[in-house]
């Protein structure tokens, strides 16, 4: 199973700061809210952008991708690409 790595330069605690204890598609770094409909469609955008995705190995970007799905089924939120 894929395992998110701890990114340099990014303080955790920030996505808490600015979120709350919220879920995260990326819990190890606080990344990617996934708690609200609008938040699942922003990770999902944001996830998306090549500055952001090429941060994260390829099987990394499938996880995250695979929990803003579940996330947005949940919230019956419609994804595209």
Same mark, same amino acid.
């Given at each position: 199973?894929?395992?998110?790595?701890?990114?340099?330069?990014?303080?955790?605690e920030e996505g808490i /700061?600015?979120?709350? =204890?919220?879920?995260?598609?990326? #819990?190890?770094?606080?990344?990617?809210?996934?708690?609200?409909? &609008?938040?699942?469609?922003?990770?999902?955008?944001?996830? /998306?952008?090549?500055? =952001?995705a090429d941060k994260y190995? #390829?099987?990394?970007?499938?996880?995250?991708?695979?929990?803003? &799905?579940?996330?947005?089924?949940?919230f019956g939120v419609h994804?595209?690409?």
């Open positions: 199973m894929a395992k998110i790595h701890r990114r340099e330069g990014i303080n955790p /700061h600015k979120y709350g =204890d919220v879920t995260f598609a990326d #819990p190890v770094n606080n990344k990617y809210p996934i708690n609200t409909a &609008e938040h699942v469609r922003a990770a999902w955008s944001y996830i /998306h952008h090549k500055n =952001d190995e #390829p099987d990394e970007v499938a996880l995250i991708e695979k929990r803003i &799905e579940e996330a947005a089924k949940k994804l595209t690409e």
